[in-house]
Protein backbone atom coordinates (compact mmCIF):
# COMPACT_ATOMS: atom_id res chain seq x y z
CA UNK A 1 0.00 0.00 0.00
CA UNK A 2 1.76 3.65 -1.13
CA UNK A 3 1.06 5.77 1.68
CA UNK A 4 2.90 9.66 1.35
CA UNK A 5 3.75 11.70 4.59
CA UNK A 6 4.19 15.31 4.39
CA UNK A 7 6.91 16.85 6.72
CA UNK A 8 8.34 20.74 7.17
CA UNK A 9 7.50 23.68 9.49
CA UNK A 10 4.19 24.29 10.07
CA UNK A 11 5.24 28.09 10.81
CA UNK A 12 6.79 30.55 8.13
CA UNK A 13 7.41 34.09 8.17
CA UNK A 14 6.01 36.36 5.91
CA UNK A 15 8.52 36.94 2.62
CA UNK A 16 10.36 33.63 3.37
CA UNK A 17 10.86 29.89 1.62
CA UNK A 18 8.14 27.65 2.66
CA UNK A 19 9.32 24.17 2.27
CA UNK A 20 7.93 20.94 2.37
CA UNK A 21 9.09 17.11 1.13
CA UNK A 22 6.86 14.33 0.95
CA UNK A 23 8.09 10.96 1.59
CA UNK A 24 7.15 8.08 -0.77
CA UNK A 25 6.74 4.38 0.70
CA UNK A 26 5.41 1.15 0.21
CA UNK A 27 6.48 1.71 -4.01
CA UNK A 28 9.32 3.36 -5.74
CA UNK A 29 8.92 7.03 -6.70
CA UNK A 30 10.39 6.42 -9.92
CA UNK A 31 7.91 5.99 -13.21
CA UNK A 32 5.19 8.43 -11.23
CA UNK A 33 3.58 12.11 -11.77
CA UNK A 34 4.27 13.43 -8.02
CA UNK A 35 2.14 16.28 -7.44
CA UNK A 36 1.31 19.19 -4.62
CA UNK A 37 -1.85 20.52 -3.83
CA UNK A 38 -3.22 23.16 -1.33
CA UNK A 39 -6.38 23.86 0.40
CA UNK A 40 -6.82 27.10 2.63
CA UNK A 41 -9.26 26.80 5.69
CA UNK A 42 -12.30 26.69 4.74
CA UNK A 43 -12.04 26.88 1.09
CA UNK A 44 -11.46 24.34 -2.39
CA UNK A 45 -8.39 22.70 -3.66
CA UNK A 46 -6.09 24.70 -5.40
CA UNK A 47 -3.34 22.83 -8.11
CA UNK A 48 0.17 23.88 -7.24
CA UNK A 49 2.18 21.50 -9.58
CA UNK A 50 3.93 18.17 -10.80
CA UNK A 51 7.17 16.74 -11.02
CA UNK A 52 8.65 13.36 -11.68
CA UNK A 53 11.86 11.61 -11.87
CA UNK A 54 14.41 12.59 -14.84
CA UNK A 55 11.26 15.32 -16.03
CA UNK A 56 10.40 18.77 -16.42
CA UNK A 57 8.35 20.12 -13.42
CA UNK A 58 4.82 21.83 -14.48
CA UNK A 59 3.97 24.35 -12.01
CA UNK A 60 0.88 26.58 -11.77
CA UNK A 61 1.07 29.70 -13.60
CA UNK A 62 -0.44 31.75 -10.67
CA UNK A 63 2.59 30.55 -8.77
CA UNK A 64 5.53 30.66 -10.92
CA UNK A 65 8.67 32.59 -10.21
CA UNK A 66 7.84 31.43 -6.57
CA UNK A 67 7.26 27.35 -6.71
CA UNK A 68 10.34 24.84 -7.26
CA UNK A 69 9.94 21.52 -6.84
CA UNK A 70 12.47 18.29 -6.90
CA UNK A 71 12.87 14.43 -6.55
CA UNK A 72 15.40 12.62 -4.77
CA UNK A 73 14.74 8.81 -6.07
CA UNK A 74 17.53 7.54 -3.50
CA UNK A 75 15.52 8.92 -0.60
CA UNK A 76 11.64 8.22 -2.21
CA UNK A 77 10.94 11.86 -1.84
CA UNK A 78 9.98 15.00 -3.29
CA UNK A 79 9.84 18.58 -2.33
CA UNK A 80 8.04 22.01 -2.75
CA UNK A 81 9.62 25.17 -2.20
CA UNK A 82 7.62 28.45 -2.14
CA UNK A 83 9.26 31.87 -1.61
CA UNK A 84 8.33 35.12 -0.95
CA UNK A 85 5.20 33.67 1.05
CA UNK A 86 2.21 35.90 2.21
CA UNK A 87 -0.63 35.18 4.54
CA UNK A 88 -2.59 34.11 1.38
CA UNK A 89 0.06 31.04 1.10
CA UNK A 90 -1.45 29.96 4.62
CA UNK A 91 -3.19 26.17 3.80
CA UNK A 92 -3.19 22.67 4.32
CA UNK A 93 -0.42 21.12 1.70
CA UNK A 94 -1.04 17.97 0.23
CA UNK A 95 1.72 15.84 -1.68
CA UNK A 96 -0.43 12.81 -4.19
CA UNK A 97 0.80 10.94 -6.80
CA UNK A 98 -0.87 11.30 -10.05
CA UNK A 99 -0.59 9.21 -13.19
CA UNK A 100 2.32 6.98 -14.44
CA UNK A 101 4.90 8.75 -16.77
CA UNK A 102 4.36 7.78 -20.72
CA UNK A 103 1.00 5.74 -19.75
CA UNK A 104 -1.99 8.39 -20.96
CA UNK A 105 -5.46 8.52 -19.39
CA UNK A 106 -4.47 8.33 -15.75
CA UNK A 107 -5.15 12.12 -14.97
CA UNK A 108 -6.27 12.03 -11.32
CA UNK A 109 -4.40 11.75 -8.00
CA UNK A 110 -4.94 8.38 -6.60
CA UNK A 111 -2.77 8.45 -3.23
CA UNK A 112 -2.65 11.33 -0.64
CA UNK A 113 -0.74 12.11 1.92
CA UNK A 114 -2.79 12.99 5.36
CA UNK A 115 -1.74 17.16 4.61
CA UNK A 116 0.18 19.33 6.50
CA UNK A 117 -1.08 22.60 7.89
CA UNK A 118 1.35 25.53 7.01
CA UNK A 119 0.70 29.33 8.89
CA UNK A 120 2.55 32.14 7.50
CA UNK A 121 2.55 34.71 9.95
CA UNK A 122 5.01 36.90 12.26
CA UNK B 1 -7.78 28.13 -17.78
CA UNK B 2 -10.33 25.38 -17.73
CA UNK B 3 -12.86 26.69 -15.22
CA UNK B 4 -15.42 24.29 -13.25
CA UNK B 5 -18.60 25.13 -12.09
CA UNK B 6 -20.16 23.23 -9.48
CA UNK B 7 -23.84 22.54 -8.35
CA UNK B 8 -25.77 22.79 -5.90
CA UNK B 9 -23.28 24.49 -3.73
CA UNK B 10 -24.96 22.83 -1.04
CA UNK B 11 -27.38 19.59 -1.22
CA UNK B 12 -29.39 18.99 2.18
CA UNK B 13 -30.96 15.09 1.88
CA UNK B 14 -31.87 12.67 4.48
CA UNK B 15 -30.07 9.38 4.16
CA UNK B 16 -31.45 6.62 1.62
CA UNK B 17 -32.07 9.59 -0.50
CA UNK B 18 -30.48 9.98 -4.06
CA UNK B 19 -27.74 12.50 -4.97
CA UNK B 20 -27.33 14.26 -8.20
CA UNK B 21 -24.48 16.24 -8.50
CA UNK B 22 -23.06 18.56 -10.82
CA UNK B 23 -19.77 20.09 -12.64
CA UNK B 24 -19.49 22.10 -15.52
CA UNK B 25 -16.73 22.57 -17.32
CA UNK B 26 -15.71 26.03 -19.12
CA UNK B 27 -14.31 23.94 -22.24
CA UNK B 28 -15.15 20.89 -23.75
CA UNK B 29 -13.13 18.66 -21.97
CA UNK B 30 -12.01 14.43 -22.64
CA UNK B 31 -14.10 11.88 -20.38
CA UNK B 32 -10.99 10.73 -19.55
CA UNK B 33 -9.48 14.01 -17.98
CA UNK B 34 -12.34 14.59 -15.48
CA UNK B 35 -12.47 13.10 -11.93
CA UNK B 36 -14.37 12.83 -8.73
CA UNK B 37 -13.59 12.93 -5.13
CA UNK B 38 -14.82 12.86 -1.97
CA UNK B 39 -13.48 15.41 1.30
CA UNK B 40 -14.45 14.84 4.46
CA UNK B 41 -13.57 17.25 7.75
CA UNK B 42 -10.02 17.02 8.33
CA UNK B 43 -9.61 14.25 5.98
CA UNK B 44 -7.12 14.42 2.01
CA UNK B 45 -9.31 14.09 -0.83
CA UNK B 46 -10.31 10.31 -1.50
CA UNK B 47 -10.42 9.51 -5.75
CA UNK B 48 -14.34 8.22 -5.68
CA UNK B 49 -14.26 8.57 -10.00
CA UNK B 50 -12.05 8.69 -12.91
CA UNK B 51 -12.66 9.04 -16.49
CA UNK B 52 -15.68 10.58 -16.12
CA UNK B 53 -17.17 6.66 -14.89
CA UNK B 54 -14.87 4.41 -13.62
CA UNK B 55 -15.21 3.38 -9.42
CA UNK B 56 -11.74 3.61 -7.64
CA UNK B 57 -10.80 0.81 -5.89
CA UNK B 58 -12.84 0.03 -2.73
CA UNK B 59 -15.39 2.60 -4.08
CA UNK B 60 -19.16 1.55 -3.40
CA UNK B 61 -21.25 0.91 -6.73
CA UNK B 62 -23.89 3.71 -5.41
CA UNK B 63 -21.52 5.71 -6.64
CA UNK B 64 -21.33 6.48 -10.54
CA UNK B 65 -20.04 9.16 -12.66
CA UNK B 66 -21.57 10.19 -16.68
CA UNK B 67 -21.73 12.57 -18.58
CA UNK B 68 -19.53 14.27 -21.57
CA UNK B 69 -18.53 17.68 -23.13
CA UNK B 70 -18.92 20.38 -20.21
CA UNK B 71 -21.53 18.53 -18.24
CA UNK B 72 -20.57 16.07 -15.79
CA UNK B 73 -22.55 14.22 -12.81
CA UNK B 74 -21.62 12.34 -10.03
CA UNK B 75 -24.65 9.92 -8.62
CA UNK B 76 -25.16 8.49 -5.31
CA UNK B 77 -27.84 6.32 -5.22
CA UNK B 78 -28.32 5.93 -1.83
CA UNK B 79 -27.45 7.95 0.76
CA UNK B 80 -24.82 6.21 3.66
CA UNK B 81 -24.18 7.89 6.64
CA UNK B 82 -20.70 7.89 5.98
CA UNK B 83 -21.67 9.95 2.34
CA UNK B 84 -22.03 13.04 4.10
CA UNK B 85 -19.15 15.07 2.99
CA UNK B 86 -18.10 17.57 0.42
CA UNK B 87 -17.64 16.47 -3.33
CA UNK B 88 -14.74 17.56 -5.91
CA UNK B 89 -14.77 17.34 -9.47
CA UNK B 90 -11.47 17.59 -10.67
CA UNK B 91 -9.97 17.93 -14.70
CA UNK B 92 -6.48 17.71 -16.69
CA UNK B 93 -5.56 19.94 -19.32
CA UNK B 94 -4.83 22.85 -20.56
CA UNK B 95 -2.75 25.32 -17.81
CA UNK B 96 -2.93 25.39 -15.14
CA UNK B 97 -2.46 21.19 -15.76
CA UNK B 98 -5.36 19.97 -13.34
CA UNK B 99 -8.02 22.07 -11.97
CA UNK B 100 -10.46 21.64 -9.52
CA UNK B 101 -14.37 22.48 -9.11
CA UNK B 102 -15.25 24.90 -5.83
CA UNK B 103 -17.19 21.65 -4.48
CA UNK B 104 -20.79 20.53 -3.41
CA UNK B 105 -21.68 19.80 0.39
CA UNK B 106 -23.90 17.03 1.17
CA UNK B 107 -25.00 17.57 4.07
CA UNK B 108 -27.77 15.98 6.44
CA UNK B 109 -30.98 17.62 6.36
Known amino acids: QVQLLESGPGLVKPSETLSLTCTVS????????WNWIRQPAGKGLEYIGR???????NYNPSLRGRVTMSVDPSQNEFSLRLTSVTAADTAVYYC????????????????WGQGMQVTVSS | EIVLTQSPGTLSLSPGEGATLSCRTSQSVSNSYLAWYQQKPGQAPRLLVYGTSNRAAGVPDRFSGSGSGTDFTLTISRLEPEDFAVYYCQQYGGSPLFTFGPGTKVDIK
Open chain 1, 51 to 57: IYTGGTP
Open chain 1, 96 to 111: ARGGIVGAPGLYFFDY
Open chain 1, 26 to 33: GGSISNYF
